[in-house]
Nanobody, 121 residues
Framework: QVQLVESGGGLVQAGGSLRLSCAAS????????MAWYRQAPGKQRELVAN???????RYGDSVKGRFTISRDNAKNTVDLQMNSLKPEDTAVYYC???????????????WGQGTQVTVSS
């Protein structure tokens, strides 16, 4: 099993910044993708940013130019730097990690418990 521990959420005023961190631990052979998703009340969970093992990055359209995702492969961590925050960024943010099972092509996905980000206007 893999455990994900998130940190860094909180309350911030519009225009402010927050940094989220997620650390993966447990039975990890290799991590493939690391990502952040978010879910606002009454809305579907959506991709915020994804970073592959080789460093390729995708961002959701609504956060391009404001958020930056990064990872540290040695520490099995993924961070999300969020700048120029808007009230519509308010949501629970979830870390998501895909691991590879040794000697197979099997991939398993794991979710963090979520961390609340609230942006006041």
């Amino acid at each position: 099993q893999v455990q994900l521990v998130e940190s860094g959420g909180g309350l911030v005023q519009a225009g402010g910044s927050l940094r989220l961190s997620c650390a993966a631990s447990g039975n990890i052979f290799r991590i493939n993708d690391m990502a952040w998703y978010r879910q606002a009340p009454g809305k579907q969970r959506e991709l915020v940013a994804n970073i592959g093992s080789g460093g390729s990055i995708r961002y959701g359209d609504s956060v391009k130019g404001r958020f930056t995702i990064s990872r540290d492969n040695a520490k099995n961590t993924v961070d999300l730097q969020m700048n120029s925050l808007k009230p519509e960024d308010t949501a629970v943010y979830y870390c998501y990690v895909v691991t590879l099972v040794e000697h197979t092509t099997t991939r398993n996905g794991y979710w963090g418990q979520g961390t609340q980000v609230t942006v006041s206007s």
